[in-house]
């Protein structure tokens, strides 16, 4: 599918679509959880479809006939052998977190993973250390570190270290580990994105699991404990908000509320509020609405550590601004589902687009972007910040692999078109 877009004003109100991140967890939690659990207002997108697969066939049983009311009846933490290869299609979290919940197996049961071509990029090789230092047993068939792996039980709990270049090393052992026989310690040598770490522990917390954190540099864990059947409703999503915050901030003549999200929650993808008021944009926040006008733009630095999301939609944002903008420490944005640094530098180029690639991030220079035809790279983020970048500009930007916006955001075309957004779907 191809996306085609001209230059378009945006104006009304949008209700931003569930969180991916909280989606997952609470599948993986009321997964291992004993009896059953409610999600209200689950996301229902790619990427969660396939954490519900996963944790179904890890014996959970989730019921999702009702989009707005998924029940969940838990296996006890007890993951069974399913008869299958499981795919997790495009999603990361739910390889990553999943990987830690089938190291609860029985020993004698084998569980193998795989994915799609991106997943099968994407490293596991700390995570899988970590487990067997723990007791599970971790092979990756080609000796990559990569899909496809096998996991066999049984975690049993101990002391490690990991190296999070990516939170959901972490947050995998997180909600893996209390479930152990033994107590856990974890020393953790490198963490990017601490914030979904914190939505993790949030929800440890939700769930009076007993922890000790140590300023995210260690963590000690008690064993032998257990999830609880819960009802909850799912927050809205920070990291879909982040395309319409930009794009609102950008185009002429906008003024765009979003409603439904919770400043409060941890989400750390709600850092792009300030990013956007630090290069000077109009953003006005109440407790349920956040309204944002056309403003001009000026360049700034900005640490992207906490956001490998944003950067795409940052990085367009920047090429509209005045002066120089430097998105800086924020290395892990290229090992997602493409290597962001890299996919914007190019296609920002065929923008006209003066920037400069560096190991951690852009500097991005003032610009005269004009349209082209750009490649999604099949990446969500990717094709929806390029969207982005279309609607700010005179003639017709078109984007291919845009069937990739499903992963997490199926509503896209459809809540930007009814702010006056000129984008089309085209079959290729």
């Known amino acids: 599918?191809?996306?085609?877009?001209?230059?378009?004003?945006?104006?009304?109100q949008v209700k931003i679509p569930p969180s991916k991140s909280h989606t997952i967890r609470a599948v993986a939690i009321g997964s291992l959880a004993n009896g059953q659990s409610t999600i209200k207002k689950p996301l229902n997108s790619s990427d969660t479809l396939s954490a519900v697969n996963c944790y179904n066939a890890l014996g959970a049983k989730i019921d999702t006939s009702d989009s707005n009311l998924w029940k969940i009846t838990g296996n006890?933490?007890?993951?069974?052998?399913?008869?299958?290869?499981?795919?997790?299609g495009n999603s990361g979290t739910t390889l990553r977190i999943a990987i830690?919940?089938?190291?609860?197996?029985?020993?004698?049961?084998?569980?193998?993973?795989?994915?799609?071509?991106?997943?099968?990029?994407?490293?596991?090789?700390p995570l899988m250390n970590a487990l067997e230092n723990l007791g599970a047993k971790c092979s990756s068939q080609n000796k990559t570190g990569k899909v496809p792996v096998k996991i066999s039980g049984k975690l049993k709990g101990g002391y490690t270290t990991i190296e999070a270049k990516t939170?959901?090393?972490?947050?995998?052992?997180?909600?893996?580990?209390?479930?152990?026989e033994k107590d856990t310690e974890i020393d953790v040598t490198v963490l990017n994105e601490p914030g979904y770490v914190q939505m993790t522990l949030d929800w440890l917390d939700k769930q009076n699991i007993k922890y000790q954190n140590d300023n995210f540099k260690k963590f000690k864990i008690t064993g032998s404990q257990s999830y609880i059947p819960f009802e909850t409703a799912i927050p809205a999503d920070f990291s879909s908000a982040t395309f319409f915050l930009c794009a609102a901030a950008l185009a002429a003549d906008n003024q765009v509320t979003l409603t439904g999200l919770d400043l409060n929650d941890s989400q750390p993808d709600k850092a792009v509020i300030e990013y956007l008021k630090q290069m000077g944009a109009d953003i006005k926040t109440e407790p349920n609405a956040i309204t944002?006008?056309?403003?001009?733009?000026?360049?700034?630095?900005?640490?992207m550590n906490q956001t490998p999301d944003a950067l795409p939609a940052m990085a367009v944002t920047a090429a509209f601004a005045k002066g120089t903008t430097k998105l800086i420490n924020v290395e892990q944005a290229r090992s997602k589902e493409t290597d962001r640094i890299k996919t914007m530098t190019e296609e920002l180029t065929k923008l006209n687009v003066n920037l400069e690639e560096l190991s951690d991030g852009l500097v991005i220079h003032q610009s005269k972007?004009?349209?082209?035809?750009?490649?999604?790279?099949?990446?969500?983020?990717?094709?929806?910040?390029?969207?982005?970048?279309?609607?700010?500009?005179?003639g017709k930007t078109t984007i291919s692999t845009?069937?990739?916006?499903?992963?997490?955001?199926?509503?896209?075309?459809?809540?930007?078109?009814?702010l006056g957004a000129k984008i089309q779907a085209i079959k290729s």
């Open 167 to 180: 939170s959901q090393f972490l947050s995998s052992l997180l909600l893996c580990a209390p479930l152990a």
């Open 76 to 88: 006890a933490g007890k993951p069974n052998q399913p008869e299958n290869i499981i795919d997790v």
């Open 100 to 125: 830690g919940s089938a190291s609860l197996a029985e020993t004698e049961q084998t569980i193998t993973f795989t994915g799609d071509k991106q997943i099968q990029a994407r490293p596991l090789g």
């Open 369 to 394: 972007p004009k349209p082209a035809d750009l490649n999604g790279h099949s990446d969500h983020r990717i094709v929806m910040a390029l969207a982005v970048a279309g609607l700010m500009l005179d």
């Open 402 to 418: 845009a069937e990739a916006i499903n992963v997490t955001f199926p509503q896209f075309i459809k809540l930007m078109t009814a």
């Open 1 to 12: 599918m191809k996306l085609t877009v001209q230059k378009s004003q945006l104006q009304g």
């Open 292 to 303: 944002i006008k056309k403003s001009q733009l000026k360049g700034a630095c900005l640490d």
